[in-house]
Nanobody, 125 residues
Framework: QVQLVESGGGLVQAGGSLRLSCAAS????????MGWFRQAPGKEREFVSA????????RYADSVEGRFTITRDNAKNTLYLQMNSLKPEDTAVYYC??????????????????WGQGTQVTVSS
């Protein structure tokens, strides 16, 4: 079993920054692709970013490219998402997830088999 616990969400004004963290336990964290997803009210859960086990490959949704940065610390079993220049449309519950894969980054939610409980991010205009 894998446990993923997100933290770092909150309320921020447009243009501000937040740093999300995801602490993992259970299945060896460092072996798998990790990702961030988000879900706004009334919308489907969508891909935000993902990172390979080594950190050498990172992918971003077009909507966050250049503003968000994903990193991981395998020694600490922790995934991060630095979010800068936040916009009201970034408001959502953010989830971290562990992929079934090691190096191949895929975006569908079905490629991820463990999920955290989510952390709320609210960006006011």
């Amino acid at each position: 079993q894998v446990q993923l616990v997100e933290s770092g969400g909150g309320l921020v004004q447009a243009g501000g920054s937040l740093r999300l963290s995801c602490a993992a336990s259970g299945r060896t964290f460092g072996y798998y692709v990790m990702g961030w997803f988000r879900q706004a009210p009334g919308k489907e859960r969508e891909f935000v970013s993902a990172i390979s086990w080594s950190g050498g490959d990172r992918r971003y949704a077009d909507s966050v490219e250049g503003r968000f940065t994903i990193t991981r610390d395998n020694a600490k079993n922790t995934l991060y998402l630095q979010m800068n220049s936040l916009k009201p449309e970034d408001t959502a519950v953010y989830y971290c997830a562990q992929s079934k894969r090691v190096n191949t980054i895929l975006r569908p939610t079905t490629e991820y088999d463990y999920w955290g409980q989510g952390t709320q991010v609210t960006v006011s205009s």
